[in-house]
């Protein structure tokens, strides 16, 4: 299993590469050769639909694809996607209506990092106050995944601070932003591991990191 999902990371990773080369170059090209921010990425395919939690497919989406700033992850558990683009063609009203209703699964949001920094320093600082009036406070560590409680359907507004040498979307590090963000299946995903990803040459330090990722999210 875990060398299916390696082997489906890779090919993620492929497939971004090959985009990379036709993305439009200009203002909004923050950073050479890595995703430019989108609202949505959408994960489908036997590898991500069976996966044995909901943690290890949004792993593999986050590991692949590599998003920039804010964005939604959902996750097309039963192929729907290739029936409603048929549908669209005639029926789009409908199509919408499906897909908004019970079409995807919604993982949640993920607030990804552009940058590097020392080991264990701080990268971020959130702050997320709930629609119930409560309110969460942390310091998220560079090389680190943190998931905070979100369910689905609840909404919340993050305070989002970086230091100097990250980025969380805006094409400018350190530049803090405030932004109104839903939960899912696993909440809201701080990845503060940097963009581009990176891992430790040495073994027994790259095993050790990846374990502790998976553990956090997908365990």
Same mark, same amino acid.
């Given at each position: 299993?875990?060398?299916?999902?390696?082997?489906?990371? &890779?090919?993620? /990773?492929?497939?971004? &590469?090959?985009?990379?080369?036709?993305?439009?170059?200009?203002?909004?090209?923050?950073?050479?050769? *890595?995703?430019?921010?989108?609202?949505?990425?959408?994960?489908?395919?036997?590898?991500? /639909?069976? #996966?044995?939690?909901?943690?290890?497919?949004?792993?593999?989406?986050?590991?692949?694809?590599?998003?920039?700033?804010?964005?939604?992850?959902?996750?097309?558990?039963?192929?729907?996607?290739?029936?409603?683009? #048929?549908?669209?063609?005639?029926?789009?009203?409908?199509?919408?209506?499906?897909?908004?209703?019970?079409?995807?699964?919604?993982?949640?949001?993920?607030?990804?990092?552009?940058?590097?920094?020392?080991?264990?320093?701080?990268?971020?600082?959130?702050?997320?106050?709930?629609?119930?009036?409560?309110?969460?406070?942390?310091?998220?560590?560079?090389?680190?995944?943190?998931?905070?409680?979100?369910?689905?359907?609840?909404?919340?507004?993050?305070? *989002?601070?970086?230091?100097?040498?990250?980025?969380?979307?805006?094409?400018?590090?350190?530049?803090?932003?405030?932004?109104?963000?839903?939960?899912?299946?696993?909440?809201?995903?701080?990845?503060?591991?940097?963009?581009?990803?990176?891992?430790?040459?040495? &073994?027994?330090?790259?095993?050790?990191?990846?374990? &502790?990722?998976?553990?956090?999210?997908?365990?």
């Amino acid at each position: 299993m875990l060398l299916e999902q390696a082997a489906a990371r &890779e090919a993620m /990773a492929l497939t971004r &590469e090959r985009a990379a080369r036709r993305w439009l170059k200009g203002e909004t090209d923050f950073y050479r050769d *890595l995703l430019p921010p989108v609202d949505l990425i959408v994960g489908r395919g036997g590898v991500l /639909a069976e #996966a044995p939690n909901v943690g290890q497919a949004a792993l593999m989406l986050l590991d692949g694809m590599q998003p920039t700033g804010v964005c939604t992850l959902a996750l097309d558990q039963t192929s729907l996607l290739p029936q409603l683009g #048929a549908l669209a063609a005639v029926q789009p009203q409908a199509a919408a209506q499906v897909l908004l209703t019970d079409g995807l699964l919604r993982l949640g949001t993920v607030v990804s990092l552009t940058g590097t920094g020392k080991a264990g320093s701080v990268a971020l600082n959130l702050r997320v106050k709930y629609d119930d009036g409560q309110t969460l406070r942390a310091e998220v560590p560079y090389g680190s995944l943190e998931v905070v409680p979100l369910m689905t359907g609840k909404r919340a507004t993050v305070e *989002l601070r970086p230091t100097a040498q990250f980025d969380v979307g805006l094409g400018r590090k350190g530049k803090g932003a405030t932004t109104e963000v839903e939960g899912g299946a696993l909440g809201l995903i701080v990845d503060a591991r940097g963009r581009p990803l990176s891992l430790p040459e040495e &073994e027994t330090a790259r095993r050790t990191k990846v374990q &502790e990722w998976m553990a956090e999210l997908a365990s």
